[in-house]
């Protein structure tokens, strides 16, 4: 066939696409759906058979976590196929110019380590690399490297000074189809928060915690916040269990977790692959590992760890994040191991924040101490899974929330940090304010104008059958 044979024959066809894609488009009408055919949805998009997440040579999986000062560097982690191995980041500071080197030199290049790791998707190579000796508050560019190619070039803003105001995004629980319904949760948090430069996960990103489809559906969903650090904690769905239904059944790190973060590697000593902190500009954030508290004895070491952690806090504020509630929400729940070992010291430094997942639902209060206004304590779902509030959550929380995906936006200046939890869609479920007020400490104050009404789950069981649930 000769040149313009082909283009005729190629014109031809798309001619044919055009007519039929209008044809669709008459017909477009469907008959309405039937709710008594409904089924659960599957928990990736993924049809049966189909690979979409094979590694490449191209770098894919591309996240960046703030080094234990957050002012001063970062790390990047990537996966690519076997053929990269040692592959380089390059950074400079960001330009206005598509010329970064005639602004700035040549961008500093490191090179990464790099693993193999065999999942369902095929043998993949993970790299990591830590980026150091940046300057606070600097919007640098940067890329990283695959074979024979290299990402796009991304922008991550360092933390700025002590007293510079924040803005961050906590999201609970991501954990069941990610790519479904968690995608509109990123793109209406980015909607809100649009200076927020740093992002907290609750735990359980994803529900098999070595389903590679899954992880795949979780970095496309999380896209939108890209331009943001990642801080995640590990929740017990990060675990998969090895020598199931034996005596030597235990709760393993899923290799994913850990060929995905690069944690700044000041861990809990024995939890140093999930638990770690850093500071950002004026806070203290330390994230534990609920799952290696409550199920395999690390809830004393943590406890010591994060009371050290603390008491060293240079810092304004202190946040802390873990996967399970300090005060389960979720009716039959209770992690009497938190309340023993890790409560007395959230107390003790009078952590302002732990934000928390796991139970699918959303609630918040205090401490046992009326008298004092943190910590606050909140649980939240941003995810499709919903459970149902116990009646004690009902009577020792507020609000409280069921059938109902979140995110929330804290904003941090000078003496006050104000917190909002959004649905979805975007309306205003809590809201209020942490004011340093002098003598008298820290001082909460309820922000109720604008926000809607508690939900409550409004069917009486899941599309499976199950009552205990709300939706799954
Ligand atoms: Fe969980």
């Known amino acids: ?18 007519l039929l894609a209008s044809v669709f488009a008459l017909h477009a009408e469907a008959p309405q759906a039937d709710a008594t055919t409904r089924s659960q949805e599957p928990n990736t998009l993924l049809p049966a058979g189909v690979q979409r997440y094979a590694p490449s040579p191209l770098p894919d999986r591309i996240v960046a976590l703030p080094a234990q000062d957050g002012a001063r560097g970062f790390s990047v982690s990537w996966r690519t196929n ?27 290049q490191l090179r990464a380590s790099t693993h193999e790791l065999l999942a369902g998707n095929g043998l993949a190579h993970h ?48 954990q069941n189809k990610n790519a479904s319904l968690g995608t509109r949760v990123a793109y209406e948090a980015v909607r809100f928060a649009p200076d927020a430069d740093l992002v907290l996960f609750a735990g359980d990103l994803v529900s098999e915690a070595v389903d590679d489809d899954e992880w795949g559906e979780w970095f496309d969903a999380t896209a939108p916040l890209a331009r943001m650090l990642f801080a995640p904690a590990a929740g017990n769905h ?10 030597q059944e235990r709760r393993v790190l899923g290799p994913q977790w850990w060929s995905h973060f690069a944690l700044p590697g000041n861990g809990a000593p024995g939890v140093e692959a999930s638990s770690y902190w850093f500071d950002w500009q004026g ?32 810092q304004r504020w202190s946040i802390v994040l873990l996967h399970q509630p300090v005060y389960s929400p979720r009716a039959g729940r209770d992690n009497r191991l938190l309340r023993e070992h890790l409560q007395p010291v959230l107390e003790r430094h009078i952590v302002d924040l732990v934000l928390q997942g796991h139970d699918h639902t959303y609630g918040r209060r205090g401490g046992d101490d009326p008298q004092r206004a943190t910590p606050q304590y909140i649980v939240s779902v941003a995810g499709a899974k919903q459970y149902r509030l116990s009646d004690q959550a ?54 109720p104008e604008g926000r809607i009404a508690p939900r409550d789950c409004g069917r009486e069981a899941t599309l499976g059958g199950r009552r205990d649930r709300c939706w799954e």
């Open 1 to 18: 066939m000769n040149g313009s044979a082909a283009m005729k024959n190629l014109m031809q066809t798309i001619g044919g696409g055009l």
């Open 82 to 108: 076997t053929a990269v191995r040692e592959p380089l980041l390059e950074i400079s500071p960001a330009s206005d110019s598509p010329d970064a080197w005639a602004e700035h030199g040549a961008p500093r």
């Open 127 to 174: 790299h990591q690399v830590r980026v150091d000796g940046l300057e606070p508050g600097r919007l640098y560019a940067w890329r990283v490297q695959g074979d024979r190619s290299w990402s796009p070039w991304r922008q991550l803003r360092t933390a700025a000074a002590p007293g510079t105001p924040l803005e961050f995004v906590y999201l609970g629980d991501t």
């Open 238 to 247: 990060e675990f998969y269990k090895e020598h199931e239904d034996t005596e």
């Open 283 to 314: 806070v203290r954030f330390a994230v534990v590992d609920g799952t290696s508290a409550l199920d395999l004895g690390a809830a004393p070491a943590q406890a010591r760890w994060l009371d050290q952690v603390l008491a060293d806090n240079p």
């Open 394 to 447: 009902r009577r020792s929380m507020a609000p409280v929330g069921e059938d109902t995906q979140l995110f929330q936006v804290i904003r941090i200046e000078g003496d006050v940090l104000s917190y909002r939890a959004h649905t979805v869609t975007g309306q205003l479920y809590d809201a209020f304010e942490l004011r340093r007020d002098g003598a008298a400490g820290t001082t909460l104050h309820e922000q």
